[in-house]
């Protein structure tokens, strides 16, 4: 791969310090490429004394893994890594294989003797990129084993409590970056942590998939204001892209801790359509103005009626696109501490070209009041900065729900407000949601609707499982464009073969672990 330009640079990922394997076939890949290459330049001590937690094999088979993974997910993919010293944290929580600066050195190395091309970042304004080079990707059409022989998140930390930072103005906002901490510190952690695993093995286990994607990638286009120009942004749909974490944000245990990850959260909602889960169809639920009726919850009123985004019309448009104005206007007022905070972030957030991108502050404020009219009960939940508090009860609305069905072992998908399900799971899935809701906001109803009318399969479920001999005539009747291409059959096999193999002794994942 030659590198020329800089959009070639800027499509990369970080390097993913988690990835692992410990397949026979894989370690013996490692260890060949290892001895041929490296193994005389990297001589590790041997005899007593205290062994170093990460040795440089170690970090050179986490590097590798991540390149072919890379690879295989798309071949123009780089991988992007800082070569600072003070990125590399061997004894944070949040690096569990304890890559430690050492990676640098053999980076250097693989470049040296050609197995990598490599473009430093420091004059580009990025961060250094690497990539296989032939020589090397000839090395992994020899050994052509399948990337689900890969752990993508091996002991990564799935509770994360982000740290805060001081704003120009003085405010503290979330820094997006995870800090350190204890799990005395808080006494839900243990918890937390045990039920985020399980649901990520059930995750792993699971084939989730775009039905309709030939590869494993999702290009999605953006306006990218820093160029003044449309740009794009792959996204990557496959097995290791299902990770899910647990984030609270500004150093509290009480502000966040939504769920996020998984590529389900990254793609457009009617892209979502299209997803299955284990070669089932899916639905999408979602809860209508879900902060909207926490904050009535929480003053003690009654669920809201009709749509509480709808108010008297103001412009000469369908009263669909005014909806949508005010849900994004209502929606950024309850995560802002002021007015004047509202305006230019909706105005950011609309397509280029659209009316609602030129919308002066006095056409907005004419929307915000007409909103405020509507719910004077819960106004001061308005640039008040509550977004974060009540995030931390949706959290766990989703953890209550997803927990009850990872008990079932059923893949339930959250994005936030909303979740996706297999279609036979619907009304369980509804029926699970207004019992969490009503459970923990005292009896509180929340509307929910779907994406997509779901034909009743009632007669045919039992236990959320479908009889297909029964349901034939409506699989067989189903509309072309919801038919499954090749790329997505090939993967859905290779899946299977996979669930197929880790079942055999000689692959159990639990065995000790050797380079």
């Known amino acids: 791969m030659k590198i020329k330009t800089v959009q070639q640079l800027e499509y990369s990922r970080p390097l993913d310090v988690h ?16 001895d041929e290459y490296l193994a005389s330049e990297f001589i590790e001590p041997e005899g ?8 440089s094999k170690k ?27 003070r990125f590399f944290k061997p004894n944070s929580r949040y690096n569990a294989l304890h890559i430690s600066f050492k990676i640098i050195d053999v980076v250097h190395y693989l470049k040296k003797v050609g197995l990598i091309g490599m473009k430093l970042g ?24 399948s990337p689900l022989l890969f752990r993508s998140h091996e002991d990564k930390e799935v509770i994360v409590l982000n740290d805060t930072e001081l704003q120009p103005n003085g405010r503290l906002s979330d820094s997006g970056k995870p800090q350190e901490y204890s799990d005395e510190d808080y006494a ?36 990218n204001p820093k160029k003044r120009a449309w740009d794009e942004k792959a ?25 996020h990850g998984g590529f389900w959260q990254q793609i457009d909602g009617d892209k979502r359509e299209q997803i299955r889960i284990n070669d089932f169809r899916t639905v999408e639920l979602d809860f209508s103005g879900l902060h909207i009726n ?26 669909s696109e005014q909806r949508a104005w005010v849900k994004a206007l209502s929606l950024t007022a309850i995560n802002v501490k002021s007015e004047d905070q509202i305006y230019p972030a909706f105005r950011q957030a609309q397509p280029t070209g659209s009316r609602a991108k030129r919308f002066r502050n006095v056409e907005l404020r004419k929307l915000f009041d007409a909103f405020k009219r509507k719910h004077q009960a819960i106004q001061h939940y308005f640039c008040s900065d509550q977004g974060v508090r009540l995030m931390n009860i949706d959290g766990e609305i989703v953890a209550r729900v997803l927990e009850y069905f990872t008990d079932r072992d059923e893949p339930i998908l959250s994005i936030h407000d909303s979740f996706i399900c297999r279609e036979q799971c619907k009304e369980e899935l509804t ?49 072309k464009d919801d038919r499954r291409c090749d790329g997505y059959l090939k993967r859905w096999e290779e899946h299977k073969s996979w669930l197929h193999m880790i079942e055999n002794p000689i692959y159990e994942e639990t065995s000790i672990r050797k380079l």
């Open 48 to 55: 007593p004394g205290k062994r170093a937690k990460s040795p």
């Open 235 to 259: 996204i990557v749909t496959g097995h290791h892209n299902k990770f899910v974490r647990r984030v609270f944000y500004r150093g509290s245990w009480q502000l966040g801790g939504r769920f």
């Open 122 to 145: 420091v004059k580009l304004g990025l961060s250094t990129r690497i990539w296989p080079t032939e020589k090397l990707q000839r090395l992994f059409q020899q050994s052509n084993f």
């Open 294 to 319: 926490i904050a009535y919850a929480l003053e003690g009123l009654g669920p809201i009626e009709g749509d509480p985004y709808e108010v008297e019309p103001l412009f000469n448009v369908p009263a």
């Open 188 to 223: 839900e952690i243990p918890r937390m942590r045990k039920m985020l695993l399980r649901y990520n093995d059930l995750l792993r286990r699971s084939f989730i998939d775009l039905q309709n994607h030939e590869e494993p990638v999702y290009r999605r286009r953006f306006w």
């Open 431 to 479: 029926r699970v949601m207004n019992q969490t809701v009503s459970d923990m906001l005292a009896g509180f109803v929340i509307g929910i609707k779907a994406n997509k009318e779901v034909a009743d399969l009632s007669s045919v479920i039992q236990e959320g499982n479908i009889n297909v001999t029964q349901a034939k005539d409506h699989y067989l009747n189903r509309p």
């Open 19 to 34: 990835k692992w394997s410990d397949y026979p076939e894989v370690n013996g890949f490692v260890n060949q490429i290892w």
């Open 59 to 85: 970090q050179f088979k986490v590097l590798l893994l991540d390149l072919y993974v890379a690879l295989k997910e798309d071949p123009e993919l780089l991988i992007g890594l800082s070569l600072a010293k």
